[in-house]
């Protein structure tokens, strides 16, 4: 048996609670049974407490009511300022969040906790604004009476006649650190009362007379006090479990409860809270989506998600399931999670329906003998308000596809009888009905539910008037009659209802294809993106047409910052994305934080973290996203994410090969320049040395002063090619101008008169090449590295040619010599950087002079090759384009 | 020599460069003033009141053009700029606000000692006042206009005449391409340079033997022209 051992789950919850009640400040409530009894006194006198321990204590907010005793205990206390929240044109005051996250108090007091902020707030409820209070680290202090409890809120207004609109989840009063009960018997809050000690609102003075009544009083003393014995009692569990006094370890049970479309939902989830309670179990809510409950209006499925988001208010996990038959569906899902109890609300139909179609509470018990299965009882006028609901108007699309319906059947009708009487001598009766039934088929497939219900009393009707003797009246001769008639009612009813799901099932698949449809293109476009902006714009793309909504990717940069995509609506606040972010929850439309905002936004969460923000602007303000939406979009944004994620990692892995590759180049660099260079530095130094002595002759010295200008000469002009490469690989901006190429020529072999002093160097270049539009200085480098090396590479007296010709639109420059010509298999390495043709050969350079002769050819959008040409010798060619240059103004 | 030894100042901040000038210069026969900073530069200037100033163009404290500039306000003594490669645009910038010529870095002590000669025989006058000049096979007649070539008559236009003699003029010394568009186009001219190169070419082609491995009319990339006389 696995009840013996610890239930891992539970430890690692434990754990983690434990994590992090570390960080987060301590809640502390001081509950009291109803107004009037104490609580903000008692809540202000502990702060004295706290300030006498030496504690940092702020008021947040403290409603003294003009009580002078409260106003009394505030003296003494630093009240932070309240914000003025524009409302309506009206200015009202309300709590200051981020100034009290500034501030950053060890304690603050927050009075009311149920309280409902001003609209326009960050949080439409306190509990909100505390939740970030603790979050963040600061103790909170907050009072709450019990009717405010959301599991007890209507139990409260039976009792009271009042019902109340602030409501605090229970969960959040549940995970509440310490619970102080303010106590005070009904007969001293009474007299507490009639003493004008109480607060009481003007207009309300009345109901509150009512509310204060002993009876009253008492039941809800008793309800406090159980809800803190409630309290007490899991604390002593968990304690007994913590020093594991009594090593039992119960699997935790699972509730879970059924909603449905009925007003009597919300009691339904209630009651499954107050079960949950008091079994000490997990619950969740679920719906399920059948077929027929997708043809439920909007404002029904609306309520519906109202429902569930109430049912995760009292602390249950809720969820939409779809499913073509409801108990098969749910049944399913409760053995996946381990539930336990099933509750669903009692079956509204009554005698002979029920027995026609048994309650989904006697289905389900059928088909589960595993599960107890609970049933919930409605109040009576609940079923009332349902019935007036029912009765309302359809809205108009539907008001007249059901017109069509009924005129398409009327005519059906009238041709099938047509047809049939022209054909009665061939027909015998039995026939007709059949011919009418078909027409009842084909109907309820075109036009749906009720043109077929309505097509099959037609038809009923029309037989007996036109056909069955006496023809032309609705009397019937032969009593027989009036069982083909009930029969051919019933099959054509179970027929058109067939027939109509058939036709409503194809119009959900066709749907349903359509959204895989969606789901499997967008994820084959995200399969084969390659950038983050690809995704954005595949993403965006996809989700606009999928929900009719405009909605933006939002990315965050390197520093964690939400980039403002382009053309984005004004209605999309980028601060609120941001949090979303940062706090990695929705808010927006239809959530509990910033609902008022138009736009709805979700963070993108991939494995690793959030990896951005989808903000999505309905088309429609009011609508809130469909369940069938919401999974689609959840679907939707894990693809995004785990596309982001992808593309991230991609990043990742690139940048560390270009990493490795530069410090592989980084290397290499090293190793030639540090040889390169210590070389002649290393004979000047001794060449130097050698000066010293006296015993030099003078024709000595003036060789050895001849090779250390040579040598000198030399590194300088290494490092201006280390230098030239830096600048170019930076990326060089071209000076271009119109130059005569013979000019630029003219002046690379002037350059390089000195070193190419045992050479013949001999230019071809025809008069009439056209100006060349180029940065004069950059190609003149190229040319006097291409002379240089050739200089270097061929022995004395050897013969470099510089020519130029126009080939194929371009302007080609080659340098060539007839030296011994390039070693095999060079021809393009050679332009690499820090490749020299002869490996650690004693010609010096450090094989940048050609890799800068390529970036420079290719920065004007030329080309530059090497190739060897007969008998021997290497050609060296680079292209340059040709543009139009500016038309010589000749002299008059 | 009878008359008073030639004075120069050294304005650059870097030691060694500056005493390997002082030294080689100081054996030539000069008298040098060392200067490491520009307004050490300015006041050496204005009161050793020197026939040249050797001028490098990255100084600590001061920017070298403004030193240039306010050398210029007072005095046109020639000033000869030192600078690295490849900062042409300095080049061209330092000559157009009245430096003289300029000189890249790394250089020779008989590069430095030839431009300074040419730039003080400027100074003189010597080569303006000449009536017949003549570099290599080329005899120009400045008082009659004539040019010749080895002897043969060689037919100039009045742009491709007036740049000849613009730079017979400053022989020696770089003239950059606004220089030489002002003096010859006029300075309401507002050709471009590639006028400048158009006309050179044509130049070289009827004075120079392989116009395009020219001896005399040198480009100095990026910067402009000199014409190279016989040293």
């Known amino acids: 048996m696995t009840d013996h051992r610890p239930d891992p789950d539970a430890l690692l919850e434990e754990l983690k609670r434990e994590e992090e009640a570390a960080q987060r400040g301590r809640l502390k409530i001081f509950f009291g049974a109803c107004a009037g009894v104490g609580k903000t006194y008692a809540m202000l006198a502990a702060a004295h407490a706290r300030i006498r321990e030496g504690c940092e204590v702020v008021v947040g907010v403290v409603e003294t009511h003009g009580r002078s005793e409260t106003a009394a205990q505030l003296i003494g206390l630093e009240v932070l300022p309240l914000k003025q929240i524009e409302y309506k044109s009206r200015k009202l005051p309300e709590f200051d969040l981020d100034g009290a996250l500034t501030r950053q108090p060890a304690l603050i007091l927050m009075d009311e906790l149920a309280h409902s902020n001003v609209e326009g707030s960050r949080h439409p409820k306190r509990w909100q604004d505390v939740e970030e209070l603790l979050a963040a680290g600061i103790d909170v202090y907050t009072t709450l009476n019990v009717q405010h409890l959301e599991s007890l809120n209507d139990i409260v207004g039976q009792i009271t006649g009042i019902v109340v609109r602030e409501t605090l989840p229970d969960n959040v009063f549940d995970a509440a650190d310490d619970v102080t009960l303010v106590d005070l018997p009904p007969d001293e809050l009474l007299a507490r009362l009639r003493a004008g000690k109480v607060y009481m609102p003007h207009q309300a003075e009345r109901a509150a007379k009512n509310f204060f009544r002993k009876g009253n009083l008492l039941a809800l003393r008793e309800l406090a006090l159980r809800r803190t014995a409630d309290r007490v009692d899991a604390q002593m569990r968990a304690y007994r479990a913590d020093q594991a006094i009594q090593p039992v370890w119960q699997a935790r049970e699972r509730l879970l409860v059924c909603v449905g479309p009925g007003a009597s939902a919300e009691k339904l989830v209630r009651s499954a809270s107050r079960l949950a309670a008091s079994l000490h179990a997990d619950w969740i809510a679920v719906y399920v989506e059948t077929p027929a409950l997708q043809r439920l209006p909007g404002e029904k499925r609306d309520r519906i998600l109202k429902i569930l988001k109430l049912a995760q208010e009292l602390g249950a996990e809720t969820s939409v399931l779809s499913g073509a038959q409801l108990p098969a569906t749910l049944l399913a899902y409760a053995r996946s999670r381990n539930v336990s109890k099933i509750v669903v609300g009692k079956s509204l139909r009554s005698g002979l329906s029920r027995f026609w179609k048994p309650a989904l509470s006697e289905k389900l018990a059928q088909q589960a003998e595993d599960v107890d299965v609970f049933v919930v009882a409605h109040d009576f006028f609940e079923r009332e308000e349902d019935v007036s609901r029912k009765k309302q108007l359809p809205d108009e699309e539907t008001a007249r596809r059901q017109r069509i319906g009924f005129l398409a059947a009327l005519g059906g009708c009238a041709l099938t009888t047509l047809i049939t009487a022209g054909l009665l001598n061939y027909f015998d009766l039995a026939n007709v009905v059949m011919l009418y039934l078909l027409t009842v088929v084909l109907l309820a497939i075109r036009y749906g539910r009720e043109a077929g219900i309505f097509s099959s009393i037609m038809s009923v009707l029309a037989f007996d008037f036109f056909f069955v003797p006496p023809r032309f009246t609705f009397a019937v001769a032969d009593t027989q009659y009036l069982f083909t008639f009930a029969v051919m009612l019933v099959v054509a009813l179970i027929i058109s209802q067939l027939a109509a799901r058939l036709r409503f099932e194809a119009t959900v698949a066709t749907h349903r294809e359509q959204r895989t449809r969606a789901l499997y293109d967008l994820g084959q476009e995200l399969a084969s993106a390659l950038t983050v902006q690809q995704i954005v714009e595949i993403g965006m793309r996809h989700l606009d047409a999928l929900l009719q909504s405009q909605v933006m990717l939002l990315i965050p940069d390197s520093s964690e910052q939400l980039r403002p995509a382009s053309e984005m609506p004004p209605q999309i606040d980028l601060g609120i994305a941001q949090w979303v972010f940062d706090h990695q929850q929705a808010a927006g439309h239809g959530t509990n934080t910033l609902p008022a905002s138009p736009a709805l936004y979700i963070p993108i969460k991939a494995p690793m973290r959030t990896r951005g923000v989808l903000a999505i602007l309905p088309s429609d303000k009011h609508s809130s996203l469909l369940p069938e939406q919401q999974r689609l979009l959840e679907t939707c944004a894990v693809q995004i994410a785990l596309a982001l994620e992808r593309v991230h990692y991609v990043e990742v892995a690139q940048d560390a090969v270009v990493a490795m590759e530069s410090e592989r180049l980084r290397n290499s660099v090293l190793s030639t320049v540090s040889h390169d260079l210590r070389t002649p530095l290393t004979s000047l130094v001794g060449l130097t040395t050698l000066l010293e002595k006296d015993t030099l002759t003078q024709h000595e010295r003036t060789e050895i002063a001849g090779i250390i200008r040579h040598e000198t000469l030399r590194m300088s002009n290494m490092v201006t090619n280390l230098l030239d490469m830096a600048k170019l690989q930076s990326g060089v901006k071209l000076n271009k101008e119109w130059q005569l190429l013979e000019e630029v020529i003219g002046s690379a072999a002037n350059a390089t008169e000195r070193n190419l002093a045992g050479h013949e160097v001999r230019v071809n270049v025809p008069p009439e090449l056209p100006m060349v539009e180029i940065d004069a200085a950059l190609i003149e480098r190229v040319l006097v590295n291409l002379l240089e090396n050739a200089g270097k590479y061929t022995p004395a007296g050897s013969t470099i040619t510089i020519s130029a010709r126009i080939e194929s639109g371009m302007l080609a420059v080659s340098v060539a010599d007839n030296g011994p010509g390039l070693p095999a298999g060079m021809d393009s390495r050679i332009f690499d950087k820090f490749t020299r043709g002869v490996k650690e050969s004693t010609t010096p350079g450090i094989g940048l002079g050609l890799a800068i002769c390529r970036s420079i050819v290719e920065a004007h959008g030329g080309r530059i090759s090497a190739r060897n040409h007969e008998p021997h010798g290497a050609v060296f060619t680079f292209t340059l384009p040709l543009g139009s240059p500016p038309a010589a103004k000749l002299e008059s | ?231």
């Not at chain 2, 990255?58 to 020639?78: A, H, K, Y």
Request: glycine share 6%.
């Open chain 2, 1 to 231: 020599m009878n008359e008073a030894p030639i004075t120069l100042v050294v304005i650059e901040d870097e030691k060694p460069i500056r005493h390997f000038l002082a030294k080689s210069l100081e054996d030539a026969g000069m008298q040098v003033f060392e200067a490491e900073n520009g307004k050490r530069g300015l006041i050496e200037t204005a009161t050793r009141r020197p026939d040249l100033v050797i001028l490098d163009l990255g100084l600590p404290d001061m920017d070298g053009i403004e030193v240039i500039r306010r050398i210029r306000e007072w005095s046109n003594l020639p000033i000869l700029v030192l600078s690295a490669r490849s900062q042409e645009t300095e080049k061209v910038n330092a000559l157009d606000n009245g430096a003289d010529d300029y000189l890249t870095k790394p250089f020779g002590v008989a590069e430095c000692l030839a431009r300074i000669r040419v730039l003080l025989r400027r100074q003189s006058g010597s080569a303006a006042s000449q009536q017949v000049f003549q570099f290599g096979a080329i005899k120009v007649d400045l008082v009659n206009r004539l040019v010749e070539k080895a002897g043969e008559a060689v037919h100039l236009t009045p742009i491709e005449y007036r740049l000849l003699s613009t730079l017979i003029r400053h022989a020696g010394k770089v003239m950059t391409h606004r220089e030489l568009l002002r003096e010859v186009w006029g300075p309401s001219h507002s050709e471009s340079s590639q006028y400048v190169r158009m006309y050179m070419g044509h130049l070289r082609h009827k004075l120079e033997d392989t116009p395009a491995l020219p001896k005399y009319i040198l480009t100095e990339t990026g910067v402009g022209y000199r014409l190279k006389t016989g040293e």
